[in-house]
């Protein structure tokens, strides 16, 4: 029994073991701290850029985007807004493709430090925001609305929104830019969320 347990242990750790050593080939290593540059150092990512208003509509890598609106929640938790980019995506191409909110939204601050989407924000969302559902896929010539969260420093006014178009082949060598100034940031709209417990 004892000669088991350790032969499945030792499997165990070999198994884990393996999709890090995987993982590490070839690849440049992203911090994980929201003040850090987690995509401006990379060459090929973002090299193309489209810089776009809000409410403007740009069309990269057989997908359709738009900012339609910046919404301030009125959450603020240790130090952080949590604010949402009312986005819509459009799939013109003939295959469905994953969206991941971490995998395809970051914001660029005027400090040029970048922040990714935040958990605590999504988790906000989906207590709060009746109906909120995060943004998993866009099915083939399908448009879609999503809520993207982030939770900034409440001093942060003005940002750059950027979404890479990836499409089926998840390309990043493509970003989406809007600048957002304070004046372009709305309040959440009266029952957009509710009071929740802490």
């Known amino acids: 029994m004892k000669k088991a347990r ?8 070999v198994l884990s073991l393996t999709p890090a050593a995987g993982c590490r080939k070839n690849k440049k290593p992203i911090e994980k701290s929201s ?28 997908t359709s985007f738009r900012v339609n609106r910046v919404i301030n929640s009125g959450r603020v938790k240790d130090g952080l807004k949590y604010i949402y980019l009312d986005v819509t995506i459009k799939n013109t191409s003939s295959d469905n493709y994953e969206i991941n909110p971490l995998n395809n939204f970051y914001l ?7 922040v990714l989407t935040d958990v605590r924000a999504d988790i906000y969302a989906k ?4 109906g909120y559902e995060p943004i998993t896929e866009v099915k083939a010539g399908a448009e879609v609305s999503a809520y993207i969260g982030f939770a900034i420093d409440e001093s942060v006014s ?10 089926t082949a998840d390309d990043k060598s493509n970003v989406i830019r809007c600048d957002v100034k304070a004046s372009d940031i709305i309040s959440a709209p009266d029952g957009m969320f509710k009071e929740t417990a802490e």
Do not use: R
Not at 44 to 56: F, P, R, S, T
Not at 108 to 114: F, Q, R, Y
Not at 158 to 167: E, K, L, N, Y
């Open 6 to 13: 350790i032969a499945v242990l030792l499997v165990a750790a």
């Open 127 to 130: 207590q709060a925001m009746e």
């Open 35 to 62: 003040s850090a540059s987690a995509y401006a150092d990379i060459s090929e990512v973002g090299k193309n850029k489209v810089d776009v208003k809000l409410e403007e509509k740009a069309e990269v890598n057989e």
């Open 158 to 167: 003005d940002f750059t929104a950027c979404f890479f178009p990836t499409g």
């Open 108 to 114: 660029i601050l005027p400090d040029k430090s970048e």
